[in-house]
């Protein structure tokens, strides 16, 4: 069992940059693979970010690349988004999940999710 719990999350004018912060719980947090994955209102929820167990691997969806960096730090049960270069399209709520699949850019194939926070960018 994983529970997670985001925070970071705020209102920034585009150009702008934040950082997230999904604090797990658990002693199997380095066993997990990590996501992040955002939604705006009225849309699926989107692949945005994910980190294998031993941060050896990352990937990112194309709208972020160049832009977003995921970590993760095992000792301290913590994974990190930082966000740079914000636009306005990068507003929605952000969640952080944990998935033991090889499906890590797949929704469905997350086992735990946090509550979310809120990233909006203004204009």
């Known amino acids: 069992q994983v529970q997670l719990v985001e925070s970071g999350g705020g209102l920034v004018q585009a150009g702008g940059s934040l950082r997230l912060s999904c604090a797990a719980s658990g002693r199997t947090f380095s066993m997990y693979v990590m996501g992040w994955f955002h939604q705006a209102p009225g849309k699926e929820r989107e692949f945005v970010a994910a980190?294998?167990?031993?941060?050896?691997?990352?990937y990112y969806a194309d709208s972020v690349k160049g832009r977003f960096t995921i970590s993760r730090d095992n000792a301290k049960n913590t994974v990190y988004l930082q966000m740079n270069s914000l636009k306005p399209e990068d507003t929605a709520v952000y969640y952080c999940a944990a998935t033991q699949s090889r499906y890590y850019s797949d929704y469905r194939y997350y086992n735990y999710w946090g509550q979310g926070t809120q990233v909006t960018v203004s204009s």
């Open positions: 980190i294998s167990w031993n941060a050896g691997n990352t």
